[in-house]
């Protein structure tokens, strides 16, 4: 209640275009993601004959990546039942570009068209969160700086972002959880790249070649199924 009004008691509410449940489960956001996106699949899959793979890749980029992009930092760390529909939309899309058959295994084509899959999508989203406020190029603080050892010795977990330790679901999704996580497991070679460009480049390619099961990472005690 405000003053004398009554506020109605919603199951969700539409904030900067990011639709917040009142559990924080996300699934209306990743609902209204997948609407977005899945007439725009399916209108793909209809002109790619008449498309160069080149242009069929340019609209991913241009009409489906963006809306899978946006403010996934905030929840693109939900239980995997939750983002299960839009990756299986990613994978769909990807099989359409790539003119392949619809139980085929994705993994080497995000490699070959060079996608990022939706949770290392998300990996490579908070790392360069956390890459903008450790190189003083982020207005946005969440105190990743304060992270690492403040002696002066030269040992070996010298660079090794610290971790919090909390029991709750909600810390496990909060980038406090996953950006250190995440930038730990980032090679050295990647993190002492001297610009933005060069940090998301060499992260991309790395990401792609590796083996990484990201929502591990994210709930230790759950694992991704395959």
């Not at 199951?11 to 996300?26: N, P, R």
């Not at 299960?84 to 570009?97: C, D, F, G, N, S």
């Not at 490699?111 to 190189?135: A, G, Q």
């Not at 660079?159 to 909060?174: E, G």
Request: glycine share 2%; proline share 4%; aromatic share 14%.
């Amino acid at each position: 209640m405000v003053g004398t009004k009554t506020l109605p008691l919603v199951d969700s509410i539409k904030y900067l275009g990011v639709y917040i449940d009142h559990q924080f489960t996300w699934k209306s956001h990743i609902n209204s993601v997948c609407k977005k996106i899945a007439p725009i699949i399916g209108i793909l899959s209809k002109i790619r004959y008449l498309l160069t793979f080149s242009i069929l890749r340019q609209l991913y980029f241009a009409l489906i990546h963006p809306h899978i992009l946006y403010c996934i930092e905030a929840w693109g760390s939900t239980y995997e039942i939750h983002a299960k529909p839009l990756i299986t939309l990613q994978k769909r899309a990807v099989r359409v570009i790539t003119f392949s058959p619809p139980q085929c295994h994705t993994e080497d084509l995000f490699k070959f068209i060079k996608i990022l899959p939706f949770h290392k999508l998300y990996f490579s989203t908070v790392c360069l969160l956390v890459y903008n406020e450790l190189s003083n190029m982020s207005s946005v603080k969440f105190g990743f700086q304060d992270c690492f050892s403040s002696h002066c010795y030269n040992t070996r977990n010298r660079n090794i972002m610290s971790q919090s330790h909390h029991r709750t679901n909600y810390f496990c999704q909060s980038v406090l959880n996953t950006g250190p996580k995440f930038y730990n497991l980032v090679p050295n070679k990647i993190k002492n790249s001297f610009s933005v460009f060069s940090f998301k480049s060499k992260l991309k390619h790395w990401l792609l070649n590796e083996n990484l099961d990201v929502y591990s990472y994210i709930y230790p005690h759950r694992k991704l199924s395959s």
